[in-house]
Nanobody
């Protein structure tokens, strides 16, 4: 069983930065991907960013590309999401997720590709 714990959310002013962490335990995700998704009130869950753990390949939603950076620390089994130039529209609950099998880059952008989800961390950006 894979467990993911997301942390690092908070309240920040527009233009500010936050770094989210996703600590993974239960199984070494050496061959897997880890994705970040977000869900704002009244909206559907949307893809934010994902990283292929072994190869380091990354993919981003158009809305965050150039502002957010996803990275991994293999020694700590942790994936990070550095969020810069935050805007009020980035306000949401951010969750990290991992699949049960290796998946391709395109599948990394789809929530149904993931089997394990963390509890989410709230990010609020004030204007």
């Amino acid at each position: 069983q894979v467990q993911l714990v997301a942390s690092g959310g908070g309240l920040v002013q527009a233009g500010g930065s936050l770094r989210l962490s996703c600590a993974i335990s239960g199984r070494t995700p050496s061959s897997y991907s880890v994705g970040w998704f977000r869900q704002a009130p009244g909206k559907e869950r949307e893809f934010v960013a994902a990283i292929n753990w072994s190869g380091g390949g990354t993919t981003y939603a158009d809305s965050v590309r150039g502002r957010f950076t996803i990275s991994s620390d293999n020694a700590k089994n942790t994936v990070y999401l550095q969020m810069n130039s935050l805007q009020p529209q980035d306000t949401a609950v951010y969750s990290c997720a991992a699949p049960s099998l290796g998946i391709c880059m395109m599948a990394m952008r789809v929530s149904s590709s993931y089997s394990y989800w963390g509890q989410g961390t709230q990010v609020t950006v004030s204007s």
